[in-house]
């Protein structure tokens, strides 16, 4: 999985400006709209939030992975958001999030959905890269940590 | 050709129900290989048996044709060889590429070993006991050597498979010797027909001719596998874009055809050419899911293939060479188990690994008699001595099947080393308990869908004793058993490798999360009694 394919400058934010959940990730939902990436944003909202509502994404140490299979992308599309003093996403550790990869793939393909994910996952497992990427003063420096 | 065919089928009708039934007995009583059930239904539904009675005016369900060394029809024969592709193409699959190559040149230095010292024990027990042949020059010597020569694959491939041993160092090491084998019999076979037409008919040994058979035998052999594994990754990955496992399967059994044809006419086995195709395969992220599939075809036509071989024991042409047959059947066995088993030894295998070599090279079927045919229709061996070929056979695929069977059922490895496999390093194990065995097997279930639309192959590894899964997607291997544990508990284990480990659990929360919607919308259902009362209202009402 090449996450160039997939991730750009264009796609990353580093001041997000949510307080909570819901406005973390319609901020993200924006940046695909903008980018042309997205047909619905509603209905990508909706199933985001169905999916969250079964159990939630945020993850552990500031990190939270918002996903969802919708009829809104025709393709896999993801981008990554931060907000550094954190809100709070019901993560499993109780911590606030503050990495944000937002992560929509097609529902009626069958694709790296997961497997993105988990390249992802795997980069950003350690605290030096999560480090980095919250210091991060411009969209770049925060793609580099992925190697792109 | 229409009765022909009416024939045919009644043949392989009663083929069938035999071995099915026959095969059945051997496994759950007498705790023997099901191939031994097959080769024995094949003796006594076949032509010299039962098969040979005449049934009225329809005559005898297998009749001997004439002028042919094989006694059955070419069709029931050309569907018999079906059967050995399937086989052979499915333990292709099962063998595992790079422990093969690893395992090649000591198969090398095994498959001669064997081939030198059965030809010379063979050919020198013929010139011992045989008032007639004068030296190990002479024809018949030379045809009986030969005959001790050829490994019966087929045989050693169905035990190997049914017992998950295919990819073990032995495993590999057996049919990598029994595939050189069958080019060095080849080559073996065209130097004694030339030796022996010279001795016959007079004249000079056409060295030129032996040659091109040796070359065109090796070459066949060094070009397909070196294609095989280049173009086998890109076949697949090409295929895969269609979407559609049941194509990739059949295009892919269509290739192992196609070879297997070549092979015939590069003056190899048909089964060589199905065994590369599926060999090149199994390096393949399909080639679990493609063997689950084809075996559930091949089954249906294994059965005929043994079940022919078996019908190619001819009783009454052992009883004028009784004693020497079987002095000859039995030197042909130790021929194999010593020429395999002592060289296994001095590369790397312990005396376990060494007599499952041995016993695994022993098994003789087709190739002995189609050997035997040539030197009959030539001359340079009488009926009597067809029979010889005969007992060896009937003696090796009887007494060698129990005995590879038993040897591998001893514990611990044949192989002094350890192997250290790719796929063994780095190997994280993920474990999750749940609170029943068929919540684990409900919510494996999703996730294995959840694989499959990541564009993973699942297949079925063993569900004997645990439910086991082979998850697979190019060079990411994911393995996942569910346990049974006390009080009807469950755990799942996943085993993959380090890198693929984020992976893993990702797929298994977005399976966890499925479920507790799953589990929301059963409790929002209608009250359960409520339910339970609307099926049953109406089971009981008289009309």
């Known amino acids: 999985m090449k996450l160039k394919n997939v991730l750009s400058e264009k796609l990353v934010a580093i001041d997000l400006k949510g307080t909570n959940k819901e406005e973390i990730i319609q901020e993200l939902l924006q940046i695909l709209v903008d980018n042309g990436k997205l047909k619905d944003k509603e209905l990508a909202f909706n199933n985001i939030m169905e999916r969250e509502n079964q159990m939630s994404t945020g993850i552990q140490q500031g990190v939270a992975i918002p996903h969802a299979k919708t009829k809104a992308v025709d393709n896999l599309v993801a981008c990554i958001g931060v907000k550094k003093d954190g809100v709070d996403f019901s993560s499993l550790d109780g911590e606030p999030s503050n990495i944000f990869i937002l992560t929509l793939s097609p529902s009626d393909h069958i694709g790296p959905h997961v497997q993105f994910l988990a390249e992802i996952s795997r980069i950003i497992r350690t605290e030096e890269s999560r480090t980095k990427i919250l210091e991060a003063t411009s969209t770049k420096q925060v793609l580099s940590v992925f190697g792109i | ?543």
């Open chain 2, 1 to 543: 050709m229409s009765e022909e065919m009416m024939v045919l089928m009644l043949q392989l009708g009663f083929i069938l129900i035999a071995t099915k039934f026959i095969g059945y007995v051997f496994a759950k009583y007498l705790k023997q290989p099901k191939v031994l059930g097959e080769l024995v239904a094949g003796m006594i539904i076949g032509p010299y048996l039962l098969g040979g009675l005449a049934l009225g005016s329809f005559g005898p369900l297998f009749p001997l044709p004439l002028n042919s060394t094989v006694p059955v029809s070419p069709a029931l024969y050309g569907i018999s060889t079906l059967g050995s592709i399937f086989l052979l193409f499915d333990s292709g699959l099962e063998t595992d590429l790079p422990t093969f190559i690893k395992f090649s040149g000591k198969a090398t230095v095994i498959g001669l070993s064997g081939v030198i010292v059965s030809f010379f024990l063979g050919a020198g027990i013929t010139v011992l006991l045989r008032p007639e042949v004068s030296s190990l020059m002479d024809p018949s010597a030379l045809f009986l050597g030969t005959v001790c020569t050829a490994t019966s694959i087929g045989i050693t491939a169905r035990i190997l498979g049914e017992n998950k041993k295919i990819a073990t160092p032995e495993g590999v090491t057996i049919m990598a010797a029994a595939v050189l084998d069958d080019v060095i019999s080849i080559v073996l076979l065209s130097v004694v027909v030339g030796i022996s037409s010279v001795q016959l008919e007079g004249g000079a040994i056409d060295w030129g001719m032996i040659g091109n058979v040796a070359f065109k035998a090796i070459a066949f052999w060094a070009i397909c596998m070196v294609l095989g594994i280049i173009l086998a990754p890109h076949f697949t990955k090409n295929m895969k874009r269609l979407g559609q496992l049941p194509l990739i399967t059949e295009v892919a059994f269509g290739i192992a055809l196609v070879l297997a044809g070549l092979s015939e006419m590069a003056g190899l086995a048909m089964i060589i050419g199905a065994y590369i195709t599926g060999l090149s395969l199994s390096q393949t992220d399909v080639a679990h899911a493609l063997s689950a599939r084809i075996e559930s075809v091949s089954e249906f036509f294994v059965p005929v293939f043994f079940a022919v071989m078996g019908m190619m024991v001819n009783f009454s042409a052992l009883k004028s060479v009784l004693g020497f047959a079987l002095i000859f059947a039995v030197i042909a066995f130790i021929g194999k188990l010593v020429g395999c088993g002592l060289p296994a030894l001095f590369v790397g295998f312990n005396a376990r690994g060494a007599f499952r070599i041995g016993s695994g090279m022993l098994p003789r079927g087709e190739v002995t008699l189609i050997v035997a045919g040539i030197g009959l229709a030539s001359g340079a061996i009488n009926h009597e001595l067809f029979g010889v070929a005969v007992m060896t056979m009937l003696v090796a695929s009887v007494a060698a099947p129990p005995m590879l069977v038993a040897a591998f059922k001893a514990p611990g490895s044949g192989y002094k080393k350890k192997l250290n496999l790719k796929q063994n390093e780095n190997q994280v194990t993920i474990e999750l308990d749940f609170p029943s065995l068929r919540t684990a097997q409900f919510i494996c279930d999703s996730v294995m869908d959840g694989f499959v639309q990541e564009g993973f192959f699942v297949s079925t590894l063993d569900t004997s004793k645990v439910a086991s899964y082979h998850i697979r997607k190019e060079d990411v291997i994911i393995q996942l058993d569910i346990l049974r544990e006390e009080e009807d508990q469950a755990k799942v284990k996943f085993f993959c490798n380090e890198e693929d480990e984020s992976f893993v659990r990702l797929m298994m929360l977005d399976s966890v999360a499925d479920f507790q919607e799953f589990a929301e919308t059963i409790s929002s259902m209608k009250d359960s009694e409520m339910m339970s009362s609307q099926l049953l209202i109406n089971m009981f009402s008289i009309k």
